[in-house]
């Protein structure tokens, strides 16, 4: 029995997280298919997808996302 709260990634979220991952950092994949930012880390990490995004490619496309105190 699933919980009420519980809700299981369809495969088109699969399928997108594991399209980008490692390109666009989490918290813009999670505002992209509509859930919070430590479900899309915690099912990367169960699936053992990496979804870090490399230094040259946040300081190139994601400077506003910048470091985890929102300092770039």
Do not use: C
């Amino acid at each position: 029995m699933v919980s009420k709260f519980h809700k299981h990634f369809t495969d088109e979220e699969k399928a997108y997280i594991r399209r980008v991952a490692g390109k666009v950092p989490a918290g813009v994949m999670a505002e992209q298919i509509g859930r919070k930012e430590k479900n899309v880390y915690n099912w990367g990490h169960r699936n053992r997808i990496s979804l870090r995004v490399p230094n040259h490619i946040m300081n190139k496309y994601w400077r506003s996302h910048g470091t985890k105190t929102g300092q770039v």
